[in-house]
């Protein structure tokens, strides 16, 4: 057990529909990321925040947007959905912010399917 | 911008052989880690090379950070079934603070 919990853990919706997905890091960790992982893809970084603040950006679409409360949970929302968009949302957390000396701890993930 | 590449993209092992997958980067890193995701389960930290030509064991893993910091490699002994997985290295550039995932090598065995 990681310590990283992901709501829902799957998540099946039409294309269109707008959903939200959770994370609350492990203890103590300030740091949070979300990654998209496509069937048999590698993991793309999406968004990275610390302590409430965006960090750093990656291949996220216009489409989705995140956030970090003051309680360091994590939302990741994505609307508009595409059938593109299905693929297993990862979120990790880590203790720093720059992520030298600082493993990344995954969640288990929140499957998303778009029919 | 930044890139990570690992090969193979798949690796078929026999039980008991060796194999060795390597992940090499445009740029130079300031540090790297490798992850292993079973099927059906998330990544987890295996472990972080920083120095320049360091080799760290884990076992029957042996994991190599080059001379230059560009590269990396990840060599399994005696490969068992419980190695099956996908195999990530990721890296920092150096003076960077994001960290890239290589697109992964798919390890089955064979027994």
């Known amino acids: 057990d990681s310590g990283v919990t992901q709501t829902p853990k799957h998540l099946i919706t039409a294309t269109g529909q707008r959903v939200t997905l959770r994370c609350s890091p492990r203890?103590?960790?300030?740091?949070v990321y979300w990654y998209q992982q496509s069937l048999d893809q590698g993991l793309q970084f999406l968004i990275q925040?610390?302590?409430?603040?965006?960090?750093a950006k990656g291949n996220i679409l216009e489409r989705f947007s995140a956030q970090q409360f003051p309680d360091l949970h994590s939302e990741l929302n994505l609307s508009s959905l595409e059938l593109g968009d299905s693929a297993l949302y990862f979120c990790?957390?880590?203790?720093?912010?720059?992520?030298?000396?600082?493993?990344?701890?995954f969640g288990n993930g929140t499957r998303l399917t778009v029919t | 911008g930044q890139q990570v590449m690992q090969i193979p993209q798949y690796q078929h092992v026999q039980e008991g052989e060796d194999f060795t997958t390597y992940c090499n980067s445009s740029?130079?890193?300031?540090?790297i880690q490798w992850y292993k995701q079973r099927p059906g389960g998330h990544p987890v930290f295996l472990i972080q090379?920083?120095?320049?030509?360091e080799v760290k064991k884990q076992k029957r893993l042996t994991f190599q950070f080059g001379e230059a910091k560009k590269n990396s490699s990840l060599h399994i002994t005696a490969t068992q079934t419980t190695d099956v997985g996908t195999y990530f290295c990721?890296?920092?550039?150096?003076?960077?603070?994001?960290?890239?995932f290589g697109g992964g090598t798919r390890v089955l065995v064979k027994p």
């Open positions: 990790a957390s880590s203790v720093g912010g720059r992520g030298r000396g600082s493993p990344l701890h």
């Open positions: 740029t130079t890193l300031s540090n």
């Open positions: 090379l920083v120095k320049s030509g």
């Open positions: 203890s103590g960790d300030l740091s």
């Open positions: 925040y610390y302590n409430g603040e965006e960090r």
């Open positions: 990721a890296g920092i550039k150096a003076a960077g603070n994001k960290l890239t």
